[in-house]
Structures are given as C-alpha cells and as structure tokens.
C-alpha cells in the first residue's frame, strides 16, 4: 500500500504563493498517476491537477491553469502543487491522492485515485 503526507499549507493573501508537498511510501511511487484534489466547506471534492507516473504529462482543472503547477521527483518519493497569484476561492482542504497509472489514464475524478492523504488546508485572504 501507499501512504500520502499532505505539507505546506497555510494562510496567504490574494495574489500571493503556496508550494504543498506530498510525501509517498511504497517502492511503487514510480507507477502511480499522481495528483491533487481539493475540497471547501460545503461543496464537493473536486479535481485540481495531475501528473502522469514518468513525470512527463500534466493536466489541469480550468480553474487554476496558468496559476498552478504540479510536479513530482519520483527519487524522492514526492508530489508538489506550486500555487500562485491564489484567490480567495482557492480556499480549500488540498488533498494529495494516487493512482496505478495502467487504470483511467489522465483521470479527473476522484473515484478513480485509491490512496489519499489527510489533507492540508489553504486559505487565502482578501
């Protein structure tokens, strides 16, 4: 089994910057589509950005393309969100979840990714 640890979160202003990191166990990290859900309170956990296992494909929701970028260093077993000029909707729990790359290529639900961290909550101020 996987086990993801969600780190970085924090409190930031509109238009400012957050890098989360999520650390992976398991000597499979490697063959895991990687990626980052998030969820605000009251609303549904929705899709923010995934990576393929080589590290060589990336996609996005609409939401956040040209503002955030996810990369992952498979050496070290970790995912990361870089997040910048963040609004007052990104406000959310961020959420580090994987998948067995071979099933639901460049998947966006959540249902899809097997293994979750516990979250890292970010707020942005106005």
């Known amino acids: 089994q996987v086990q993801l640890v969600e780190s970085g979160g924090g409190l930031v202003q509109a238009g400012g910057s957050l890098r989360l990191s999520c650390a992976a166990t398991?000597?499979?990290?490697?063959?895991?589509?990687m990626g980052w859900f998030r969820q605000a309170p009251g609303k549904e956990r929705e899709f923010v950005a995934a990576i393929s296992s080589s590290g060589g494909h990336a996609w996005y929701a609409d939401s956040v393309k040209g503002r955030f970028t996810i990369s992952r260093d498979n050496a070290k077993n970790t995912v990361y969100l870089q997040m910048n000029s963040l609004k007052s909707e990104d406000t959310a729990v961020y959420y580090c979840a994987g998948k067995f790359a071979t099933y639901y290529p460049r998947s966006t639900d959540a249902k899809h990714y097997d293994y979750w961290g516990q979250g890292t909550q970010v707020t942005v101020s106005s």
């Open positions: 398991g000597r499979t990290f490697s063959s895991y589509t």
